[in-house]
């Protein structure tokens, strides 16, 4: 089976202060995600990766940075965290194999709350 | 237009009835096609996936794509309480390195006893 494990279940962090959010996924998946998660407005995508140190911009990146240092590890750093990006951050993990059938799995998520 | 558009319900079907889920997406060049269920407080978890024009069937779920109207849906035969979820379309964006999905903002199915 596929596992992808997040750092934190549950963060409670304080206006601009920097917060490091980590994904490790076990598959030797390519490709990762972060998505955040929104009452009414679903998942958005904030950052994806399609290779290690290799980064690309989602749908909604700004106050959002990403490192890929390795393979099976993948970060969401906000650099000041603001009261706006209190939500439920999501990591996904896939395998490319060249077309397009590729699936997409998720952790448990991590619930961010910024005072 | 949304890109992914679903009725946010809840839709609410009795026990052991056909609940039946809609999604319909606006990029014409679109070719997978996903549900996802998510029970509150969890991650999404994949239940279908459908590349080709017709139905598709896995047990208890059958997911019907048209390409043509652009209409993807999930059918849940035999509804249990356990089904009880919010359902997330997905569908796929294809780019150089690979494919991002975008997801609908789900569907609340309610299963009652």
């Known amino acids: 089976d596929v596992k992808v494990t997040q750092s934190s279940r549950y963060l409670v962090k304080r206006t601009g202060e920097k917060v490091f959010l980590e994904c490790v996924q076990d598959?030797?998946?390519?490709?990762m995600f972060w998505y955040r998660q929104d009452p009414g407005l679903g998942l958005r995508l904030i950052y994806f990766?399609?290779?290690?140190?290799?980064?690309e911009k989602g749908d909604i990146p700004e106050g959002y940075s990403v490192s890929r240092e390795k393979k099976e590890r993948f970060s969401l750093i906000l650099e000041s965290a603001s009261t706006n990006q209190t939500s439920m951050y999501l990591c996904?993990?896939?395998?490319?194999?060249?077309?397009?059938?590729?699936?997409?799995?998720f952790g448990p998520g991590t619930r961010l709350l910024v005072l | 237009q949304k890109e992914v558009e679903q009725n946010s319900g809840p839709l609410s079907v009795p026990e052991g009835a056909i609940a039946s889920l809609n999604c319909t997406y606006s990029d014409r060049v679109s070719q997978s096609f996903f549900w996802y269920r998510q029970y509150s407080g969890k991650s999404p978890e994949l239940i279908m996936s459908i590349y080709s024009n017709g139905d598709k069937e896995d047990g208890r779920f059958t997911a019907q794509l048209n390409k043509a109207s652009q209409y993807v849906s999930l059918l849940i035969r035999d509804s249990q309480p356990s089904d009880s979820a919010t359902y997330l379309c997905?569908?796929?964006?294809?780019?150089?390195?690979?494919?991002?999905?975008?997801f609908g903002t789900g569907t609340q199915l309610k299963v009652e006893l």
């Open positions: 598959m030797d998946h390519e490709n």
């Open positions: 997905a569908v796929n964006r294809h780019t150089g390195g690979g494919n991002k999905l975008t």
């Open positions: 996904a993990s896939s395998s490319w194999t060249g077309g397009y059938q590729e699936t997409q799995y």
């Open positions: 990766s399609y290779d290690v140190k290799m980064k």
